[in-house]
């Protein structure tokens, strides 16, 4: 299983594109910095929307319940063969329209033909802007190290 990261070597951030501290700031759909107020005032609780996170990839930002921004991110390409995976409100969960792959709203696979769960990312954003960094520690979905790394 873990052979697999060696294809996600495009994954490293292209030169020029981290931000302070090691992250990259997210960009919306115009290019534009994501900053938490702005992102806050126009996605309502539960809202798992896009941005273009770490080394350009599509990555999930969550909002909670309490109207906050959580602190993880789901990199939006299956495990299986790299499709974006679109969030289902309605199922409440990933479902991947290539080949069935399904997600829970943690990201956790559930059903295959995906082999790994969708890859996390840290969220900050005590600057103002929404700054992601790469996720190295335990994966708290599954308690092990992260496949991605």
Known sequence: GLWLAGGYAYFFAPPGSAAGGGGVTAHDALGDDVTVEKWLATHPAGDRKLVEGL????TYLIVTPDKKIETYALNAVCTHLG????????QQKFICPCHGSQYDSTGKVVRGPAPLSLALAHVNGDSGKVVLSTWTETDFRTGLAPWWK
Do not use: I, L
């Not at 080394?55 to 599509?58: T, V, W």
């Open 55 to 58: 080394k350009g990839d599509a």
């Open 83 to 90: 499709c974006v995976v679109p969030w289902n409100a309605a």
